[in-house]
């Protein structure tokens, strides 16, 4: 080989190498769903880069939302999205159905019914003459998605006293902006409300919670945050760091010391008001907020185990078998336990 060509050839190698290394050396690119703030505090957090130590260092995370938890199954699958934020029934049809057996929850997105905290109420009008669920026989009732979270919540408990979707009360799709209206046109006889509407229609006065999400499932693991078994493999040190600021701003956000300022900042990203987040937001009227961003994956198994009794998964689903929390329980470390709630 001619000197000319031996250079050339090293300086060849000499830039792929630069070249790996410049990419190593990137931020890890993190698309991450989610649905609604403020169940869902990333999209908030993410707001706040004085809180984000690891944020555009070793990962740069984006909050892509979506409509539901659905469509994030498509999105996971074709690699389109890296962490998805899935409903529990969402997450035993992606393993049953989409065949994505290499699925891991790898944190909490949002639970309801924890004990001493809020859960989910489904209203009828104050004026309706529904005393109790048997009264809903023959009635229309809303849900904001056929086949979400509410919507097996609300078929249980129909089922748990006796009735039958089509044969004794029918289902429709509301959305939840839409729903409190929807009700008191007398459109719909009964439809869910999560807070901040919720909230809105107790101070009304125009709305009556006939029962709660707790009453039909339990405490319920609503939601999730899941990943798929090579991603976490290949990106594991970004993701700690990742979880160690979702750590951090759960906490911050939660602390009563920062409650004001963390009305303010709910306030402003989800444009409702100041006085109507404060009555509830970080409260027991809120959705408990765990600082590790821990899942209940007992909850998680009971409410699994209910949709394939109900039929709506055709297998049970092993929700042990399907967690990795070894990367919360790693950003939890760093975290002084002085900051533990």
Do not use: C
């Amino acid at each position: 080989m001619s000197d000319h060509w031996r250079t050339r050839l090293v300086f060849a190698v000499v830039a792929a190498l630069l070249s790996v290394e410049a990419r190593a050396a990137e931020p890890l690119k993190l698309r991450v769903g989610w649905v609604e703030a403020p169940a869902h505090l990333l999209p908030v957090i993410l707001t706040r880069p004085e809180l984000l130590k690891h944020q555009g260092v070793t990962y740069a995370a984006e909050a892509l939302r979506f409509r539901g938890s659905t469509p994030q199954i498509t999105a996971l699958a074709s690699g389109e999205l890296d962490i998805a934020m899935l409903a529990y029934s969402s997450f035993g049809l992606a393993i049953l159905n989409a065949g994505m057996d290499d699925l891991r929850i790898i944190a909490d997105g949002h639970r309801d019914g924890v004990p001493g905290y809020w859960s989910g109420p489904f209203y009828v009008r104050a004026s309706s003459p529904v005393r109790k669920v048997e009264d809903l026989k023959g009635r229309v009732l809303a849900t904001n998605g056929i086949g979400g979270a509410t919507y097996f919540a609300l078929t249980k408990m129909m089922r748990d006293h006796g009735m039958e979707e089509k044969r004794d009360y029918q289902v429709v799709e509301v959305q939840f902006p839409n729903m409190m209206a929807t009700i008191l046109d007398q459109k719909v006889d009964l439809g869910p409300l999560p807070q901040p509407y919720a909230g809105i229609a107790e101070r009304d006065g125009k709305l009556r919670p006939l029962f709660r999400t707790h009453d039909a499932m339990g405490e319920t693991q609503m939601t999730l945050m899941a990943t798929r078994t090579p991603f976490i493999a290949q990106h594991r040190a970004a993701l700690v760091d990742f979880f160690e600021d979702f750590q951090t701003g759960i906490r911050w956000l939660t602390a009563p010391a920062h409650r004001a300022a963390a009305v303010k900042i709910l306030a402003e990203f989800t444009h409702q008001s100041e006085d109507g987040l404060a009555a509830w937001l970080f409260t027991k009227e809120d959705n408990f907020h765990d600082p590790d961003a821990r899942p209940n994956l007992a909850a998680l198994q009971s409410n699994s185990d209910a949709l394939t009794r109900l039929g709506f998964l055709k297998a049970a689903v092993d929700v042990t078998a399907h967690a990795d929390l070894s990367l919360i329980d790693e950003a939890a470390r760093r975290h002084p336990r002085s900051e533990e709630k």
